[in-house]
């Protein structure tokens, strides 16, 4: 199966929220994985807001920049 994630789902990988073990399961069972250019820089600043809320570390949150 190829999976498109957009940028909501893409989060629930690092912050536990509603959804998120149904979309590590969809992950798991995918062959390949995609979304769009943009969902990084979406990716960056939905997970800086949630270190800033103290949902996340900030280590998590800045793990890839």
Do not use: C, H, P
């Amino acid at each position: 199966m190829i999976l498109y994630a957009d940028t909501s789902a893409l989060i629930k990988r690092y912050i536990l929220e509603a959804g998120s073990d149904e979309f590590r399961q969809l992950v798991a069972a995918a062959q390949i994985v995609g979304t769009s250019r943009i969902a990084l820089a979406e990716a960056n600043a939905a997970l800086a807001r949630a270190a800033r809320m103290g949902k996340v570390s900030s280590r998590t949150a800045f793990a890839g920049n």
